[in-house]
Each structure stands twice: as structure tokens, then as C-alpha cells.
């Protein structure tokens, strides 16, 4: 998507300000790169990922349906065996929603000393290791 960062005081869609909060939030983008992939200012991604955020973890680590309760398994150990790696999916996925969280909280404050003291934290991918 090209040209959105030159206009100014542009109305987004909500659903793209979503769409786009939710591949921040989900650890498929960092800000960085959806506000350089969508065109955007780098603040608005990041009042975006503030405002929906409680919302699309809500969404996203809300339970699926239990198998368990779909089918009426005759096997007791079955039954809880399933119930048990149910609830283990649910707390990874949540613990990964927390470490994506940390990753963007994490690329936002290198962002920022970036920007305001002029460093260079990240490391440049072409960048030869020294020979000690």
C-alpha cells in the first residue's frame, strides 16, 4: 500500500487500523515494518497497537471450542488426556501473545533511542563478525 504517509490527517479505515494493530500485536510484524510495509507514520501503528490491543488478545486467546465437549469419548483417560492438552494450548498460545508483546515493547524502545540519540542498535545483517 504506497502513499499514505503523505497525507495528512488521513481517516484509516478500522479495519485496517485493526489489521494492521492485530500483525503488530500477533508478532508477525514489528511496528517498524508495518508502519515502512503500509506506508504509515511509525505513531499512528503504535496508538493503533495501544488502542486494540486489549481487544484482539481477547479475541485471539479466547478458547476454542473443546473437542470433549463435540464428541462423547467413551475413554476416561482419552477424555483427559484431551482436557489436559487443551488447557496446555491455551496457556502456550497465551504465553506466546506476552512474548510477542515483550518482542514489539522490546523494537519500540530501540526504535525510539534510534531516533532521539542518533544510535545504530541493530545489527546490520551484512555485517562481517570480527576475527579475535
Do not use: C
Amino acid at each position: 500500500m504506497r502513499g499514505l504517509k503523505g497525507e495528512k490527517h488521513r481517516n484509516y479505515p478500522l479495519q485496517l487500523k485493526k489489521k494492521i494493530a492485530g500483525e503488530v500485536i500477533l508478532g508477525i510484524k514489528t511496528g517498524a515494518e508495518a508502519s515502512r510495509d503500509y506506508d504509515l507514520p511509525r505513531n499512528n501503528v503504535q496508538n493503533w497497537v495501544l488502542r486494540f490491543r486489549s481487544e484482539i488478545l481477547k479475541r485471539e486467546t479466547k478458547e476454542v471450542v473443546p473437542l470433549h465437549s463435540m464428541e462423547n469419548p467413551k475413554d476416561p483417560d482419552l477424555e483427559k488426556q484431551l482436557r489436559s492438552l487443551e488447557e496446555e494450548n491455551l496457556k502456550l498460545r497465551k504465553k506466546l501473545m506476552e512474548s510477542n508483546l515483550r518482542a514489539e515493547a522490546l523494537n519500540t524502545l530501540i526504535d525510539l533511542a534510534e531516533e532521539n540519540y542518533g544510535l545504530s542498535l541493530r545489527k546490520n545483517s551484512g555485517a562481517k563478525q570480527s576475527k579475535d
